[in-house]
């Protein structure tokens, strides 16, 4: 990895890990709560250490992939959609474990597998092959979608 790229790529890796970090931070220990706990969840929701193994994939897959995103467009449109990226799914952690606003944390999650399948799609002409290093992220709030509006529909 270049110099150039290997600086972006540890860049991105800061920011989408703190972003993790400050979400967790957030959620003051939300998956632990009596609230969730006593949540009917939905049957396929995975086990907790799932959530730990696929954000550490999603985000050094993301990082990737807008350490080369970067090197191609540095626009300020890239900037923006990444930067509301890394606010929505840390808001989502406070709205949804912290607050117990459900139907709100519904709405953030939307928005956000919205702008995840934009990198995927929208950006592919610049990324060429490497759009696919988002599939993770993509196909992970597809998923926590799904579980937010169960839980949504049945509590």
């Known amino acids: 990895m270049k110099s150039k790229h290997l600086q972006l790529f540890i860049f991105f ?16 220990n939300g998956p632990m ?36 995103l970067y090197m191609k467009d540095d626009s300020t449109k890239v900037k923006v959609l990444f930067s509301i990226q890394v606010l929505l799914n840390v808001s989502w952690n406070y709205i949804f474990f912290n607050q117990h606003l459900v139907l709100p944390a519904l709405l953030i999650i939307i928005l ?3 702008l995840v399948f934009y990198f995927l799609l929208g ?17 992970w ?13 049945f509590n």
């Open 141 to 153: 709030l597809c998923i926590a979608t799904s579980l937010n509006y169960y839980i949504y529909l």
């Open 33 to 68: 709560t009596e609230w969730y706990l006593d949540l009917a969840k939905a049957p396929w929701t995975p086990p907790g250490w799932v959530f730990g193994a696929a954000w550490t994939t999603i985000m050094i897959c993301f990082s990737l992939f807008m350490t080369r």
């Open 13 to 28: 890796l800061i920011i989408n890990f703190g972003a993790l970090g400050i979400g967790s931070w957030l959620m003051n």
């Open 123 to 139: 950006f592919r002409t610049q990324t060429k092959l490497k759009s696919l290093l988002v599939l993770p992220y993509a196909i």
């Open 112 to 114: 956000l597998t919205v």
